[in-house]
Every structure is written in structure tokens, then in C-alpha cells.
């Protein structure tokens, strides 16, 4: 061949090359990838998240994270990836890139049906850079080289699929590739209708039906879920026995599907949204269109509080099941007298299970239903005991009188109360009673134990944890599901398929959550809008017994109050949270209980300690030793996880006799713990590192004067250094040795109070400090001991008191002047004061300075007299005209850039009080 021709051969493939590139990125991969059309059909639930740091912080916050994480899947599949992590070398970089590796993508979870007591997950996981391909690729192909897997590749309709199979177990995941949009799962049949689906682009995805609508984009929603109601009986057959369901089968005939948006927040899970109303012909939907939703108030006077599971339905018995008309007549008159009777119930009825004694038995059912006119229900009752010929007797409990009744429940309840045989009116044991507007209906044993528990008052009205949990319900709707999951236990484990008993047992925490559950459905105004759905709402609650309420603050707090059982005492600490830029913040009570309350203002977790909390402040792990919370407290020293105890080796123990009265941190090192400086009641330095080693050589120092301010701990050029200034003007440097370094202790020429700024340098000459002292001077020295600078600030006189107040970050700072009951607050670049507030009451005021950057800083001045505090902008403004409400002894204050609003909390009293601040730059 010649090269002529080989020359042209080549720019031919590479114009074909370029070509088929162009028409790719302009045709194929230029229409995006609609990850719902991805989704077969045939899922019953489909979870949709983006914020995957969000999420994971709400279900640690509401103690689901560490359920979740014990459940065995969750196990299994963790063992896979450590050990695909330690074969990969267990770098940190390969860790944490395998956990961010969800980040904030739409991540779409959907559960199937795929066989009789059995369905599995197909997860959607899309890929938006190279590199993430790579790394997950190379964590298959490293799983594949391990003795202990198999991996390979098959075609599926000219789509490849990677298998990953555990030898030993045979069991493996399907992955495919679809345009950057990993699809895995266990089973290799979805994956493959996933490919189906591919062939009908056009058809209809799962939400649909739905249109545009979007529930990701609301404020503080965390997931969504999708739900396939005519999907819902097949997915209750997998987890119960099929005769356990049926009426969950009847009521599902409501709604079609349902789209809901799901929140997180401390005690509770929240999802709301709309469903669509069943179409189909002879649902449930189609008998109770037009029929008003209705309360579930009034019944809750005679519910017991040993209510497992309560079916509330907006319906009125004779209209939503009227008796067939091809019904034979009877010459006793016992059907006539049954529809007569019927025609006295009003639009409201309900079927409520009691807790059953022992797991697996029967539990009591009762039968309620709303009577408007009790005396016409009575009288029609007689006439059935007559015509039935039951003796008129009749047994008393309280003040409610039990009579037998000669025919089924579901004679006058319909399908509702037995699916399997509506309409039946054989006669039974049955008994009833009336109870104020309503008729009870039961066997007379169950009957008499319920009357029991509603004669001595054991009812939902008369339960503050019930009441709570109501309030956060739909005041009305056409149908509301109710569920004590710990009255519900023993009936549960007898009405599960013997597989999904078992794994209920083993994850029975998990189960036991959230002890109050309730679904509800509430119709449209106009059902006969073709755009009317049912506005839905399932509630997932624990009782309050935590140590605080939310409650609406109005509009000065933006509606985030928490009020606490006992007063609040100290400064509220605000600790940035992962995931939101609204932070946590840390508070203790007066009776010494530590409060961690989330960004959503819910308490995560209480820990009593021994004293004050001191010197609280998130420590980085790091040099073999954990990360955590740290703050000091009587005699320990204590590192808090997130979910609330000390991280080992904590806490840290001094001598019973040591009150520690601060506590300072420095980071660790290479190879080093962090460093720990506490400072004692008996002004006492000790230093410490996190895994509790105190330094060689340094003993316990005792200052011959008290503190100004905080004392200093910092590392220059790999040394550790305490810097201790002292009320009678001068200071100290130690080293990690305890001895003193050269040039010191520095006299700063007149007496000292505050704080020290430092300004790290890589050598000690380098390391420059700023205090001023009582003169009104503000002087800059390193650590060589050597003076670099000395002006005056202000004037001065025996009065007058002068304080240095750093930004928390350490970088800025502000200086003070107090005299009597006048504050003057300076900037270190101005002569004249930013600005000067007069005060009624005498008295130590706390001043704190916040500097954010590019010219917003915020000055706060809290007076504890009469408990207020006063915010000035960077132009020295008081904001709002007047102080604010805070008795305690400051306040926390961040900054968020999105919204450009500062976030302030406080403590007025018992309650813990969140405000959004708005302020013009300068």
C-alpha cells in the first residue's frame, strides 16, 4: 500500500472519528438523561435525595443513623467497602473520597417487588467526572482481584453489565453504566428492565403524573419519596401473612400515587405533599367522593392509651356501603331494622386494635362509630336485642352500660370492619355500648377491660405525650392511620410472614423510633376539579420527654424559640454543623445539663455535668487521639461525640480538690495529640495532651496573681508555648518543660486586663502579641521578650479600666474603655471612639466583638442587671433603637453568606431564642 493512500485511509477513520464525536455530543449526550426515566414501573417506593451531608446529619440527629447502620444489610455492604478500602492501601484521601462520592447528586432509590416474599433495591447514582468513574471502577476491579470475588462482564440487549459475586455466598450486584448513571443492585432483573425501559424513551415516567413538580427545591426537606399505592398490597404480602391486610388493601383504594416531601427534625420525621385520587371503578375512592373529611377530636376522649392501631375513615356507613338491593328478605324485619339503625350513624367511624398481652395473639378489636341523635341509636338497638330475642340485661362498668347485640360488627360497619364478608348479620357475642355520640362495638371481654381503662381516665385526651402528638396532626381528613409501635409489638410479631419476623427482632430499636405514627389523607376543596389531589401527611413522633419545647417566638425571633424545663445559665456557644450554615449551638442549664440543640433547633442530646461548662470548642482529631466537643467541667475534662458521651480516652480526670475554670486548645501535630491548657479555681495551669499525657517536666503552676485573660496556647516552629498574662502587669512564657523562656516575664508598664492577641510567625522573634494595659496603652512584644510598639489609645485615669476584645477567629480585635457606668469602644486605626453607651446599673458588662469579613462586624454589649444586650453595626449604630432580652452572661453570633444575614442566639430566661439580623454594610 502506498503511503499516499495509507495517508488518506488514516484522515478518512479520523474524519469519521470526529464525526461520530459531533453527532454524539450534539445529539445523544446534548438531550439530558431524565434520571426517573430510568426507574421501572413497577417500584412501590422511590426515594429521591441531593444533600447527602444533610441527610446524614438529620438521622444522626434524630438517632436513626446509628439504627440504620446496625441493620445487616447496611453491616454487609459496609464490610464490602472497608475491605475494598484496606485493599486500595486505606489511604485517607481514597476514604473520604469514597464518602463524598455522593456529595449533593440526585441519588434515586426505588424498591421493587420481584418475586412471592421477596423484593429488592435498584440504586441510581449519577457520575459527573472522570475521576469518579475511575474511582468507582477501580473499587470493582480491586474487589474483583480479591480471592474472595468474581468479577465480570455480560451483555444485556447491546448494554454491558459488570457483575461483582461473593464466591462463598454466590451473591452479587449488577452494575450498568447508562451515560454517566451507574445503575446497582442486587438483582440482576431490575437492572435488566432498566434496559427494557431505555427502548420506549417517550413512555411515561414514575412521576409523571406529577408534572413539574419539584418538593427537592423546599426549605428543609431532606429526601422525597414516591408512592405506588396499587403497588402497596403486593409489598404488604411480602412483609405480612395475606390475611392480615385486607383492610390496608381496601383503603389503599383511596390514592393512585402519592408524592411526598420528607423532613428530619430532632424527635420527628415529617412527609407532606399530595396524592392523586384512584380512578379505577368500584374503589374506595369512587363510594367516598363528596363525603366531608372529619376530626378525630371527639373520639380521642374515649380511645385508651393501650391503642395499638387505630383506622379513622371520614365516611358515613350507609351511604359508602348501602346494603345489595338483591339482599333476601327476612320476615323477622332484622335487615330493615339494621338499616334503619344504620341510617342513625353520622360521616365518622373508626376500627381501633388494643395491645395484644402476648407476642402472637389475637389482639381486641373495637368497632366506633359516631351517633348524632344517642337516643334514636338506642332505641333502634332495643328493637334489634327484641327482635333478636336477647335478654333485655344488661352488665354496668363506670357509668356506661354493656348490652349483647345479636349481629356482626360488620353488619352495620360494612366492608371496613371485614372485607372478607361484608354485609354479614349472623348473630354473635357481640356487645356494645353507648359512650356520649358514640356507639363501641366488641366482644363483651375486650369490651369490659377497654371501659376499664376509660373509667379510670387512661385515655389519649388525658395523656399529655397523646395530646402533643395530635397537635402535630391534620386537624381533619377523610382517612387517618394512627400506630403505637409499642402497644403494636406483640400483634406485629403474630401478623408477620415468619422471614420479616425475624429481622424485625433483630432491628427492633430501629422499629421502636418513633413510638407515634399517623397517615393521613385530607381531600381537595373540589374533588371534581380534575387537578384535586389529596394533600398527605405521615408523621413519624417521639413523645417530648426531652428537656425543651419548640415554640413560636414571633417576629422578632423568626419563629426558632426553644423553651427549656429549667433556666438557662452562662453563653450560648454557636459550633458550625456539617451541612447547613445555620450552626448548632451548645447551652447549659442552671441545673448543670449540657444541651447540644441542632441547626433545626431540636435537642440532640443532654449530658449532666459536674460543673459550669468551660472553654467549649470543637477539637480536630488527630495524632492517634479522637476529635469531638470539648469543654471542661469541675474536675474533668471531656471530649462529647456527636451523639453525646465522651470519646475515649475521655474524660480526663484532675484531682477531686481542682475546679477548672477554663480551658484552652491547641491542634495537634505531626504525630502529636492535640494540647490541652486548663486553667484551675486555684489559678492553676496544667497542660495536657488528648490522650490524657501530661508533659514531662511541668508541674501544676501556680500564677502568684490572677489571670487578665485567657491564657494563650500556641506551637511556633514545632514548640509548644503558654503564654499566662497576669493582672499586675506582666507576663509569662513557658514552654512545654515549664520553664520560662528568655526575656521573660515582660512587664507591660501598668496593670493588665483582658485578653492577648497573638499573630503566629514561624520563630519566636516572628510571633508578635498585642494587650493593653491600664494606662490606655496598646502594646505589641514578641516572644523574645522584646517591646516592638507602644501608643496610646485613650485617656487614662484611676477609674478608667481598658480591655482588649479579640474576634473569636483571633485575627481583629477591639478595645474598650470603661469608666463608671460609660463604655468607649474602639478601633486599633482610629483616634475616636466607634461608639459610647451610658448605662444605668454599675457593674462588670461582657462586651464581645464579631468580625466576618469585608466590613461586617458587630459589637455586643450585654448588661446582666436588667438582662438585656445591645448590638452595634460596624458603623457604631445601635440596631433596632434598643437592646434585645438576654439574661445571660453573652451571646453567639454567625454569619450567613448566602442569605447575607447574621444569625444571633441568645438566652432569655428558660428559653433559647434564634433572631435573623439584617444590616447594611458600612
Known amino acids: 500500500m502506498s503511503r499516499k493512500l495509507l495517508a488518506l485511509l488514516t484522515a478518512l477513520v479520523l474524519l469519521l472519528a470526529l464525526a461520530t464525536y459531533v453527532y454524539y455530543r450534539r445529539t445523544l449526550a446534548a438531550v439530558p438523561v431524565d434520571p426517573y426515566a430510568l426507574v421501572p414501573d413497577d417500584a412501590v417506593l422511590v426515594l429521591s435525595t441531593r444533600d447527602h451531608p444533610t441527610l446524614v446529619r438529620h438521622l444522626q440527629e434524630t438517632g436513626l443513623w446509628d439504627n440504620l447502620t446496625a441493620v445487616r444489610y447496611f453491616q454487609h455492604a459496609a464490610g464490602h467497602l472497608?475491605?475494598?478500602d484496606s485493599l486500595n492501601g486505606g489511604s485517607a484521601r481514597r476514604r473520604s473520597g469514597l464518602l463524598a462520592l455522593l456529595g449533593r447528586k440526585l441519588v434515586i432509590t426505588s424498591l421493587h417487588v420481584t418475586g412471592p416474599g421477596e423484593f429488592d433495591v435498584l440504586y441510581q447514582i449519577p457520575l459527573a467526572r472522570v475521576s469518579e468513574y475511575r474511582q468507582v471502577r477501580s473499587l470493582l476491579e480491586t474487589l474483583g482481584r480479591d480471592a474472595r470475588y468474581r468479577l465480570s462482564t455480560r451483555a444485556y440487549e447491546d448494554q454491558e453489565m459488570t457483575v461483582l459475586t461473593e464466591q462463598s455466598s454466590e451473591l452479587s450486584i449488577t452494575v450498568l453504566n447508562y451515560r454517566n448513571h451507574l445503575l446497582?443492585?442486587?438483582?440482576?432483573?431490575?437492572?435488566?428492565?432498566?434496559?427494557?425501559?431505555?427502548?420506549?424513551?417517550?413512555?411515561?415516567?414514575?412521576?409523571?403524573?406529577?408534572?413539574?413538580?419539584?418538593?427537592?427545591?423546599?426549605?428543609?426537606?431532606d429526601a422525597t419519596v414516591l408512592v405506588n399505592y396499587r403497588r402497596l398490597p403486593q409489598f404488604l404480602d411480602v412483609l405480612f401473612r395475606?390475611?392480615?391486610h385486607g383492610q390496608f388493601d381496601l383503603l389503599a383504594g383511596l390514592v393512585s400515587q402519592g408524592f411526598l416531601g420528607?423532613?428530619?427534625?430532632?424527635?420527628?420525621?415529617?412527609?407532606?405533599?399530595?396524592?392523586?385520587?384512584?380512578?379505577?371503578?368500584?374503589?374506595?375512592?369512587?363510594?367516598?367522593?363528596?363525603?366531608?373529611?372529619?376530626?378525630?377530636?371527639g373520639m380521642a376522649d374515649i380511645l385508651s392509651t393501650r391503642t395499638a392501631l387505630v383506622l379513622h375513615l371520614g365516611a358515613q356507613p350507609a351511604r359508602t356501603w348501602p346494603r345489595p338491593a338483591a339482599a333476601p328478605p327476612d320476615s323477622a324485619g332484622i335487615n330493615s331494622a339494621l338499616d334503619s339503625l344504620r341510617a342513625t350513624f353520622g360521616g365518622e367511624m373508626a376500627v381501633a386494635y388494643l395491645a395484644a398481652t402476648a407476642p402472637g395473639s389475637r389482639p381486641g378489636r373495637l368497632a366506633l362509630v359516631r351517633c348524632p341523635a344517642p337516643a334514636r341509636t338506642a332505641a333502634w338497638l332495643a328493637r334489634l336485642r327484641r327482635l333478636n330475642g336477647n335478654s333485655p340485661a344488661f352488665t354496668r362498668v363506670g357509668p356506661y352500660q354493656v348490652h349483647p347485640v345479636g349481629f356482626a360488627e360488620a353488619a352495620v360497619l360494612g366492608p371496613l370492619l371485614d372485607p372478607a364478608q361484608p354485609y354479614a348479620v349472623e348473630a354473635t357475642a357481640g356487645a356494645g355500648v353507648l359512650m356520649g355520640n358514640y356507639l363501641v362495638l366488641s366482644d363483651e371481654l375486650t369490651l369490659n377491660a377497654y371501659l376499664a381503662d376509660v373509667v379510670a381516665g387512661r385515655t389519649w385526651a388525658q395523656s399529655p405525650a397523646q395530646?402533643?402528638?395530635?397537635?402535630?396532626?391534620?386537624?381533619?381528613?377523610?382517612?387517618?392511620?394512627?400506630?403505637?409501635?409499642?402497644?403494636?409489638?406483640?400483634?406485629?410479631?403474630?401478623?408477620?410472614?415468619?422471614?420479616?419476623?425475624?429481622?424485625?427482632?433483630?432491628?427492633?430499636?430501629?422499629?421502636?423510633?418513633?413510638?407515634?405514627?399517623?397517615?393521613?389523607?385530607?381531600?381537595?376543596?373540589?374533588?371534581?376539579?380534575?387537578e384535586a389531589q389529596y394533600f398527605t401527611q405521615l408523621v413519624l413522633h417521639q413523645p417530648n420527654l426531652g428537656p425543651a419545647t419548640a415554640q413560636p417566638g414571633g417576629a422578632a425571633a423568626n419563629g426558632r424559640v426553644l423553651a427549656f424545663k429549667r433556666a438557662l445559665v452562662g453563653e450560648p456557644v454557636a459550633l458550625a454543623a456539617l451541612g447547613t450554615r445555620i450552626p448548632s449551638v451548645l447551652v447549659q442549664d442552671s441545673a448543670q445539663v449540657l444541651h447540644f440543640v441542632s441547626a433545626d433547633n431540636a435537642v440532640v442530646w443532654s449530658d449532666t455535668l459536674a460543673g459550669p461548662a468551660v472553654g467549649a470548642a470543637v477539637l480536630p482529631a488527630g495524632g492517634g487521639a479522637p476529635?469531638?466537643?470539648?469543654?471542661?467541667?469541675?474536675?474533668?475534662?471531656?471530649?462529647?461525640?456527636?451523639?453525646?458521651?465522651?470519646?475515649?480516652?475521655?474524660?480526663?480526670?484532675?484531682?477531686?480538690?481542682?475546679?477548672v475554670a477554663d480551658l484552652t486548645s491547641a491542634p495537634a501535630g505531626a504525630g502529636e495529640a492535640a494540647r490541652l491548657l486548663a486553667h484551675t479555681a486555684g489559678n492553676e495551669l496544667r497542660l495536657l495532651d488528648a490522650r490524657g499525657r501530661a508533659y514531662r517536666g511541668w508541674q501544676p503552676k501556680r500564677l502568684?496573681?490572677?489571670?487578665?485573660?485567657?491564657a494563650a496556647?500556641?506551637?511556633?516552629?514545632?514548640?509548644?508555648?503558654?503564654?499566662?498574662?497576669?493582672?499586675?502587669?506582666?507576663?509569662?512564657?513557658?514552654?512545654?518543660?515549664?520553664?520560662?523562656?528568655?526575656?521573660?516575664?515582660?512587664?507591660?508598664?501598668?496593670?493588665?486586663?483582658?485578653?492577648?492577641?497573638?499573630?503566629?510567625?514561624?520563630?519566636?522573634?516572628?510571633t508578635r502579641l498585642t494587650m493593653v494595659n491600664q494606662h490606655g496603652e496598646l502594646v505589641t512584644f514578641n516572644l523574645s521578650g522584646d517591646i516592638q510598639s507602644r501608643r496610646r489609645v485613650a485617656t487614662w485615669s484611676r477609674t478608667a479600666r481598658f480591655r482588649l476584645v479579640p474576634d473569636p477567629s483571633g485575627r481583629t480585635y477591639v478595645l474598650t474603655r470603661e469608666d463608671g457606668n460609660q463604655i468607649d469602644v474602639y478601633l486599633p486605626t482610629q483616634a475616636s471612639p466607634l461608639l459610647t453607651q451610658r448605662f444605668v446599673t454599675s457593674g462588670e458588662r461582657r462586651v464581645q466583638f464579631f468580625d466576618f469579613g469585608n466590613g461586617r462586624r458587630l459589637v455586643a454589649i450585654t448588661e446582666p442587671g436588667p438582662g438585656q444586650v445591645f448590638l452595634y453595626d460596624a458603623r457604631g449604630a445601635l440596631l433596632g433603637g434598643e437592646p434585645l432580652p438576654s439574661t445571660g452572661t453573652g451571646v453567639a453570633l454567625s454569619y450567613d453568606a448566602t442569605t447575607a444575614t447574621y444569625q444571633l442566639v441568645r438566652i432569655v430566661g428558660r428559653e433559647l431564642r434564634r433572631t435573623e439580623l439584617k444590616v447594611a454594610l458600612p
Open 82 to 84: 472497608a475491605l475494598a
Open 184 to 221: 446497582i443492585s442486587a438483582n440482576a432483573g431490575l437492572v435488566e428492565a432498566v434496559v427494557r425501559r431505555l427502548a420506549h424513551p417517550k413512555a411515561p415516567t414514575v412521576l409523571d403524573s406529577f408534572g413539574s413538580t419539584d418538593l427537592l427545591k423546599l426549605r428543609g426537606v
Open 467 to 530: 395530646v402533643s402528638f395530635l397537635q402535630e396532626t391534620l386537624p381533619r381528613a377523610r382517612l387517618s392511620i394512627f400506630v403505637d409501635t409499642r402497644n403494636s409489638w406483640n400483634a406485629l410479631l403474630g401478623v408477620l410472614t415468619e422471614e420479616r419476623r425475624a429481622g424485625l427482632l433483630r432491628n427492633e430499636a430501629l422499629f421502636k423510633r418513633f413510638p407515634q405514627m399517623a397517615f393521613q389523607l385530607m381531600p381537595a376543596d373540589n374533588e371534581a376539579a380534575p
Open 242 to 244: 395475606r390475611e392480615a
Open 713 to 766: 496556647l500556641l506551637s511556633v516552629g514545632g514548640r509548644t508555648v503558654v503564654v499566662a498574662p497576669l493582672q499586675n502587669g506582666y507576663v509569662y512564657a513557658y514552654d512545654e518543660q515549664g520553664s520560662l523562656f528568655p526575656g521573660f516575664p515582660l512587664s507591660l508598664g501598668a496593670r493588665l486586663a483582658g485578653n492577648v492577641l497573638v499573630q503566629p510567625g514561624s520563630t519566636l522573634a516572628r
Open 627 to 659: 476529635g469531638g466537643l470539648l469543654v471542661g467541667a469541675g474536675h474533668r475534662l471531656h471530649l462529647l461525640a456527636p451523639d453525646g458521651p465522651d470519646a475515649l480516652p475521655f474524660p480526663l480526670n484532675l484531682p477531686d480538690t481542682v475546679r
Open 704 to 710: 502568684d496573681f490572677p489571670l487578665a485573660g485567657r
Open 262 to 297: 420528607m423532613k428530619l427534625v430532632g424527635s420527628r420525621a415529617q412527609l407532606q405533599g399530595f396524592s392523586n385520587p384512584e380512578t379505577a371503578l368500584g374503589t374506595l375512592q369512587q363510594r367516598l367522593r363528596g363525603q366531608p373529611a372529619q376530626p378525630l377530636l
